[in-house]
């Protein structure tokens, strides 16, 4: 059933903020209703999604790194995020301290496999985290501070292409992880073994976003596709593409009744789309690329959409909510 969806910024008082002095590479709306930015100035903050003021008020952020952060993953209970900058320096952040209680140097090589993370991604029980890199291998590390990027295990693809990006399944049970010639790797994590491959797109794929009840993956392409995967099936599993974007397509993700899906991309606009129609449902037009999106993760109200946040080239977090409904 198609969904009539007219958005706009969440708080009129408040739609967007001037969160960064560079591109907003990566943003996340917590379940503790707050919003999460890194940014290619080497910093990360948080914000009051209400009201796009910092949290906690006066409350200090990490000391900005000297590069670009590339990649955030943040805890279902918005009780730590990581962090990765884009030489290979992952941070483990305690967001109701406020401290980094650890750091990971990934382009140190003290082993002979060593390489320098590039995307994180936090394990949903705390206890691990995975990073891929230029090796386009998945490592699982520690998450724990004391002894923080720990590798635990090594999964392997057998192909050496670099992996973009990497996703835990919101159930713990599967990493999904996306290489820079289009094909898309399901591990499973009980048994440390490649489960599926996907050869959806042939260009690089940026995001991934799994959908609540871990059964569904949206993948975001530079061919300007979405290709939406049933990981339950195999071979193969793909259940739809989208199109529309007139150029790559950098982020991704679904919402938290698993209805719509959120795209945002270099053509500078964020598209809504309707997963049941495979059909976009709204377009907003945006005043740079569109680095990151994501949609708040408590469920709607009846008679609402949700709301999300964006993020990117112009350095701004925009929040937004769907018209007719409280967020």
């Keep these: 059933m198609n969904v009539a969806i007219s958005l706009l910024p969440l708080d009129v008082s408040s739609p967007t903020v001037a969160a960064h002095t560079d591109s907003v590479w990566g943003v996340t709306w917590t379940s503790a209703d707050t919003t999460l930015s890194i940014s290619a100035d080497g910093s990360i903050k948080q914000w009051s999604a209400a009201s796009g003021q910092h949290h906690p008020p006066n409350a200090p952020f990490p000391s900005p790194h000297t590069l670009g952060l590339v990649s955030l993953s943040v805890a279902p209970d918005a009780k730590c995020a990581i962090y990765n900058s884009i030489e290979g320096l992952t941070s483990l952040w305690d967001l109701t301290t406020g401290e980094v209680t650890a750091k990971f140097e990934s ?19 705390g206890e691990t985290y995975a990073s891929s890199g230029g090796s386009g291998n998945i490592f699982i590390r520690s998450a724990q501070a004391a002894n923080f990027g720990e590798r635990l295990t090594t999964l392997s693809p057998g192909r050496h292409k670099f992996g973009m990006y990497c996703s835990h399944s919101p159930d713990g049970k599967r990493i999904a992880m996306s290489s820079e010639t289009g094909q898309i790797y399901i591990f499973d994590l009980e048994s440390s073994s490649l489960a599926t491959t996907y050869t959806s797109h042939a260009m690089h794929v940026r995001s991934l976003a ?118």
Aim: no cysteine; glycine share 12%.
């Design 107 to 125: 382009y140190v090589r003290s082993a002979d496999d060593a390489e320098p993370s590039w995307s994180v991604s936090l394990n949903p029980n």
């Design 210 to 327: 799994w959908s609540p009840d871990s059964s569904l993956l949206l993948s975001a392409s530079d061919d300007k596709r979405l290709v939406l995967h049933d990981v339950r099936s195999s071979p193969g599993g793909t259940v739809a593409s989208f199109t529309g974007h007139s150029s790559w397509v950098l982020s991704t993700d679904i919402s938290p009744d698993g209805r719509l899906g959120l795209s945002g991309s270099a053509d500078k606009t964020i598209k809504v789309w309707d997963i049941g129609a495979r059909a976009a449902v709204s377009t907003i037009q945006d005043t740079g690329e569109v680095w990151s999106v994501s949609w708040r993760p408590k469920l709607p109200g009846p008679g609402s959409v949700g709301a999300f946040v964006s993020a990117g080239e112009d350095g701004m977090v925009r929040w937004w909510r769907g018209a007719g409904g409280a967020a």
